[in-house]
């Protein structure tokens, strides 16, 4: 009955936020060429890979392997440099919390906390459904992903090609790497979303990768 009822709850929020246009959602992507040095990966300014835009830092994985189980490192998915081959590398930024913060404060000033924390559960969940549209974008415009057809199960299980680790997670655990991201995408000047001095990204409900 509960579960039911915060269902409800739920629906009535987001329809307002919809109504009202409370929430706004900004994003921001885009495709490097690259190459894999070691466990580092090196975007160019150009095709011609003279120059080294910037580069990105990878761990390999620390765990105990039984042996002949390869430990991976994100690099590894990146074409070597030695190899004559031209890689991509993508980048995003996309948050569903612009205007949080002021529908929270209306919540606060009428002491209705379930509210505020409703508001800013239905944010995360959207700017992860922002995210999972900017991936499909990215993919169709990268041009792989124009074929895929997929239903909506299928896209919830990710059986399309193509992953987006984020900095933080086990995959590239170091939330440093965010600064890269930042002067990459001048995320701040295309989204407002800004980096904190410990890496986290205001406002609220963001995600990056």
Known sequence: EQARKLYEDAQKLLERIVHQKRLSAHAVYGFWPANRVGDDVELYTDASRQRVLTTFHFLRQQAQKPAGQLSQCLADFIAPKESGITDSFGAFAVTAGVGLTELCAEFERDHDDYQSIMAKALADRLAEAFAELMHQKAREHWGFGRTENLSNEQLIREEYRGIRPAPGYPACPDHTE???????????????IELTESCAMLPASYVSG
């Not at 995408?185 to 989204?191: A, S």
């Open 178 to 192: 965010k600064r890269l991201l930042w002067n990459l995408l001048k995320v701040g000047e295309n989204t407002g």
